[in-house]
């Protein structure tokens, strides 16, 4: 029945400068985080004549950047912009494979500590100071400011080597918006940071008729 068809599903991955074919990947995961982690990939690709391996025809390397676009048929959009943290070769007798992990680019927020303090400063002056001066993540596109307004102002924050990624929770968690306390945030497809109050996005997309498993079960307790 030509009703019930459905596209395949297609994927495009990019390392470095090292794109894969399709018949290449044998297993994909990607977890997409917000507010509380970051995104996170894991990739298992046949390795013919260790071709991904360093020192190989087309070698992945740690530390590359690269994308993750994930679809059906000629539907392929980009959910992830990415950075290799780890390569990991496996072999059998017969054949060799290549295991490439690592997150979105949400992982710079993990690389710097803060020795600041911040006077009379509302949410979005410290959120946005964090990003320039010690992160350089991108909070514009199409010339939107994506790191929104908010309605707290901190009186006094002072922080000694301090991870980045602490402060954003803090402040996420605490900041109000119209008298709701509550900001989510992000580093989205494209790589660029969001900062935004909870329940303020929509998706696009109906999971009508497009769940593939699903589980329900109750127990006494």
């Known amino acids: 029945d030509r009703r019930m068809s459905v596209e395949i ?7 470095g400068s090292v794109a894969p074919p399709q018949g290449d990947i044998l297993e994909l995961r990607v977890h997409l985080g ?21 020192g190989g025809t ?7 950047n690269g994308s993750i676009s994930i679809g059906r048929g000629a539907n392929c959009p980009l959910i992830l912009t990415l950075r290799v943290e780890e390569i990991e070769p496996e072999s059998t007798p017969v054949e060799n494979y ?14 710097k500590v803060v020795t600041k303090t911040y006077e009379n400063q509302k949410g ?8 320039d001066s ?10 939107i ?20 990624f602490d402060i954003l929770k803090y402040i996420a968690e605490s900041a109000d918006d119209g008298g709701v306390i509550g900001f989510d945030f992000r580093v989205e497809w494209d790589g660029k ?11 696009p997309i109906s999971l009508s008729e497009k769940i593939e498993v699903s589980r329900y079960s109750k127990d006494i307790h």
């Open 124 to 131: 979005e002056i410290i959120v946005k100071d964090l990003l």
């Open 98 to 111: 290549i295991r490439v992990s690592g997150r979105c680019w949400g992982e710079k927020l993990f690389r």
């Open 193 to 203: 940071f969001a900062f935004f109050p909870k329940n303020s996005k929509t998706s």
């Open 58 to 64: 087309y070698p992945i390397n740690v530390g590359d």
């Open 145 to 164: 400011e994506l790191v929104e307004d908010t309605d707290t102002t901190y009186t006094l924050l002072e922080y000694e080597n301090t991870p980045v």
């Open 34 to 54: 917000c507010t509380k982690e970051v995104s996170s990939f894991e990739c298992l690709l046949q390795n013919f004549n260790k071709k991904y391996s360093p």
């Open 134 to 143: 010690f992160i350089g993540l991108s909070h514009v596109r199409d010339s």
């Open 9 to 15: 599903p297609v994927v495009a991955v990019v390392f």
